[in-house]
């Protein structure tokens, strides 16, 4: 059973940092195969791109709204994916998710395109 794993979620003042991870388990999971991208759900808005990174990281691509301030980066040796976030915004404010599209790319942006989902972890930036 494939899973992906987010951690490092919390509580943080605006103008802060946070990093997520975002591990994969499951023997036959190939996660070099797999572009990854992150998401995420604000109360009562739709699920939001916020980037993704492709199979090697050799391309990345952020949503407006983060470009400067987050950064994608992954380890497929430790089948790991990272979201450092720096100058933390209240509006950036969710449920964070990553996510996988096996054979996808950096032009992976759209939810129905990944096919494995984490349980996501909250982010809440006080301001």
Do not use: H
Not at 25 to 34: E, Q
Not at 87 to 94: C, G, I, M, N, R
């Amino acid at each position: 059973q494939v899973q992906l794993v987010e951690s490092g979620g919390g509580l943080v003042q605006a103008g802060g940092s946070l990093r997520l991870s975002c591990a994969a388990s499951g023997g036959t999971f190939a996660f070099s195969r797999y572009a990854m991208g992150w998401f995420r759900q604000a109360p009562g808005k739709e699920r939001e791109f916020v980037g993704v990174i492709s199979q090697i990281g050799a391309k990345i691509y952020y949503t407006d709204s983060v470009k400067g301030r987050f950064t994608i980066s992954r380890d497929n040796a430790k089948r790991t994916v990272y979201l450092e976030m720096n100058s933390l915004k209240p509006e950036d404010t969710a449920v964070y998710y990553c996510a996988a599209d096996k054979y996808g790319s950096e032009w992976s942006r759209e939810p129905k395109e990944y096919d494995i989902w984490g349980q996501g972890t909250q982010v809440t930036v006080s301001s």
